[in-house]
């Protein structure tokens, strides 16, 4: 920030979203944004929804449980809190969770059909078959995310940007994880 005021960019500190990632024996433990102690003491409305899924996609073998919880604004439906512990893979379920929040872009690799069954809001679609002849949608200067049904489509999209120089990620359990958690979310609304 210092260095973009020295530049003359008008910039601001918005606060932190308070992220930590402790590992105790086996178990990894990690949370991101505001806890119910501190939406209490602001007097913020809130839901809370607890989530148990699979490490990585269940077509692939030895998946460990993740347990998540999302603190949500019962209203909008906007995260305040995603809290989660697991054996493995829990610090990445909140990076994603971290990196939609701050705006990153989510590139959505699922064929056009699949996407009647819903799509992670803000995300832009470009099938996986379509995805080195579309490379210039994709800004360069922008970490992505890419998602898919399960996870795999979503892997193979990673490898391909990565080979061509870009910063990407992949959103493991796809749009299917997503929608579970969607799900629990507007029933409780």
């Known amino acids: 920030m210092v260095a973009d005021h020295i530049n003359g960019q008008a910039v601001s500190y918005d606060g932190a979203l308070g992220t930590s990632v402790i590992k105790t024996f086996a178990l990894t433990s990690a949370s991101t944004g505001n806890n119910e102690k501190i939406l209490q003491r602001l007097g913020v409305p809130y839901q809370a929804v607890h989530i148990h899924l699979g490490s990585h996609a269940g077509y692939y073998p030895g998946a460990s449980p993740i347990a998540m919880k999302l603190l949500f604004n019962p209203e909008n439906g906007?995260?305040?809190e995603a809290q989660a512990v697991g054996a493995d893979g829990?610090?990445?379920r909140i990076d994603v969770v971290d990196f939609h929040r701050k705006g990153g872009l989510i590139i959505d690799v699922r064929d056009a059909v699949e996407l009647q069954a819903g799509a992670i809001p803000g995300?832009?679609?470009i099938p996986l078959a379509e995805i080195r002849e579309?490379?210039?949608e994709i800004p360069r200067d922008l970490e992505s995310?890419?998602?898919c049904q399960f996870g795999l489509r979503g892997y193979i999209a990673a490898r391909i940007l990565t080979q061509y120089g870009y910063r990407v990620r992949n959103v493991?359990?796809?749009y299917?994880?997503?929608s579970v958690m969607?799900?629990?979310v507007h029933l409780l609304k």
């Open 78 to 80: 906007m995260i305040y």
């Open 134 to 136: 579309r490379m210039a």
């Open 90 to 92: 829990t610090d990445k």
């Open 123 to 125: 995300s832009i679609h």
């Open 145 to 147: 995310a890419v998602s």
């Open 182 to 184: 969607d799900e629990r």
């Open 176 to 178: 299917k994880t997503y």
């Open 172 to 174: 493991d359990g796809g």
